[in-house]
């Protein structure tokens, strides 16, 4: 608000007042080199101490897969930098705002070219000198649970840990729980039919993950049910390997709780430092 008498401007209304004095951590663009020589655009965040390297460090694909990360205030990575982790925010192709031929045929059907990028961003980090070896994991909401999942399967030694939360764990799952609905045909269009069904569902393919899972999900979610997650956490167990599933009763996609976003921001916390510290 302006004040006429003072000439000055104040905040009336501010939206996070508990960061009032508090430093936040520097964000920068930058771009890597993906596998086949693109250039990805992203958003990197370092910890407000000024440590640029040898880090702890996460990938952390953005949702949709129609969006893209902007610069500018992300909670989940200012809070991750704060505890020390180097956090990029890939771009990768599958993410709008960039054309249709960055588009592709989305992040489903292009599957292999998104999660591709996802895993050069983590390739970048520890070739720069900014990831600490044996201390990169992966972490994604919604499309972003699924590339953190599916990046495993398209390189099971690359990340060390995976939080996956409300995510997509079967692409023909997706397309089930949209049948009733009356954008189902888009819903079933972007999935598409083929090969890269099967081939680009978690679900499908859990037995090749080898880095332990966090999945964290509400079990009102209408976006992505919570069967994906109880669904994947079976596979997983089934296939002996180390999963953590945490749901949340009555919160729906965006987990809109201050208590259960403490939580789970906590909990992911230690669970990375856990599987970087081989525990």
Wanted: glycine residues 12%; neutral net charge.
């Amino acid at each position: 608000m302006f004040d006429r008498k003072t000439r000055e401007f104040n905040a009336l209304l501010p939206v996070r007042p508990q960061l009032d004095g508090m430093t936040l951590s520097p964000v920068r663009a930058i771009t890597y080199k993906a596998a086949d020589g693109t250039m990805i655009p992203g958003y990197l965040t370092l910890p407000p101490n000024g440590a640029a390297k040898n880090l702890p460090s996460i990938v952390m694909p953005h949702g949709g897969p129609g969006a893209r990360d902007e610069w500018g205030f992300d909670w989940l990575a200012q809070y991750y930098a704060h505890q020390g982790y180097a956090v990029l925010q890939p771009n990768f192709r599958g993410s709008t705002g960039y054309g249709d031929a960055w588009f592709q045929k989305n992040g489903s059907q292009s599957w292999r070219t998104a999660v591709g990028d996802v895993n050069d961003a983590g390739r970048y980090l520890s070739s720069s000198g900014i990831a600490a070896p044996g201390k990169l994991g992966v972490v994604g909401w919604s499309y972003g649970g699924y590339a953190a999942l599916q990046s495993a399967v398209l390189d099971p030694d690359l990340f060390k840990a995976i939080v996956a939360i409300a995510p997509v764990t079967d692409l023909n799952m997706v397309r089930e729980e949209a049948r009733f609905y009356s954008n189902f045909p888009q819903v079933s269009a972007m999935i598409g039919n083929g090969a890269h069904v099967r081939e680009g569902s978690p679900l499908q393919n859990a037995a090749q993950i080898k880095a332990p899972v966090l999945l964290i999900h509400g079990d009102k979610d209408d976006n992505v049910g919570v069967a994906e997650s109880r669904a994947m956490a079976g596979k997983l167990r089934g296939a002996g390997k180390k999963v953590d599933n945490i749901e949340y009763v009555g919160l729906d996609h965006q987990l809109d709780d201050a208590a259960a976003r403490t939580e789970l921001l906590n909990k992911s916390d230690a669970f990375l430092k856990a599987a970087f510290a081989g525990r």
